[in-house]
């Protein structure tokens, strides 16, 4: 079945800095990936959905590429503030394009001021 | 506002007893998810229903049951036969595809499930 693998269950960065945050996976090379943020106690919210023909999405200080022959997305948050402090989740489609979603561990971030 | 309520948001089981978690949406979204979230875990998918009167198990159905007898309304029952219940338990709800653009889940704000 698909694996997916975030890299570092934590990451620690300065305010101002870009964060960079990786999503393996193994098998099947999904239609798309999603990324969800997630802060404490609370349910996780989408933010990026990118599809396998889109080698890059933004949306203001976030960016997300999907390399298919890698199989790896990455998200990138540049100038980091302390509120972007809070766990990033990946995730994929169960099966190549279907609605039903399988979620990685999740990487938490903290921002320090 | 549309949006997704779960209730309670705490919860306590006694061993040997079935306990049921609500999820309420007014998003009129046909399809509906239950996950269960562990320390250092990923989101791992129990139950997901469709549309109306139907379900399909996740992953991780075994100790768990569902009905979909309402669009709005998705409640999950953690039976006695779950033996390690204790967990965090989000509802999510999907909207369709829109003019070729699809959307991400939107997430209830949990029920946190602790065994006593």
């Known amino acids: 079945s698909q694996k997916i693998e975030q890299n570092s269950e934590a990451l620690n960065i300065q305010e101002g800095k870009t964060a960079t945050l990786t999503c393996n996976y193994t098998n099947y090379s999904p239609a798309y990936l999603q990324w969800y943020r997630q802060d404490p106690g609370r349910g996780p919210v989408f933010l990026l959905l990118i599809r396998e023909n889109e080698k890059e999405k933004r949306k203001e200080r976030l960016k997300v590429t999907f390399d298919t022959t890698l199989k790896q997305s990455l998200f990138h948050i540049t100038a980091s503030q302390p509120a972007d402090s809070a766990t990033y989740l990946c995730?994929?489609?169960?099966?190549?394009?279907?609605?039903?979603?399988?979620f990685g561990a999740g990487t938490r971030l903290t921002v320090k001021p | 506002d549309g949006g997704i309520t779960q209730s309670p948001k705490y919860l306590f089981r006694k061993e040997g007893q079935n306990v049921t978690l609500s999820c309420e949406q007014n998003?009129?979204?046909?399809?509906m998810y239950w996950y269960r979230q562990d320390p250092g875990q990923g989101l791992r998918l129990i139950y997901y229903?469709?549309?109306?009167?139907?379900?399909q198990k996740g992953d991780i159905a075994e100790g768990y049951s569902v009905s979909r007898e309402k669009k709005e309304s998705f409640p999950l029952t953690v039976t006695s036969a779950q033996k390690n219940p204790t967990a965090f338990y989000l509802c999510a709800t999907k909207s369709p595809p829109n003019r070729g653009k699809s959307y991400g889940y939107t997430f209830g704000s949990g029920t946190r499930l602790t065994v006593v």
């Open positions: 229903s469709q549309i109306v009167n139907d379900f």
């Open positions: 998003l009129n979204h046909d399809a």
């Open positions: 995730a994929l489609p169960r099966t190549y394009n279907n609605n039903d979603m399988r």
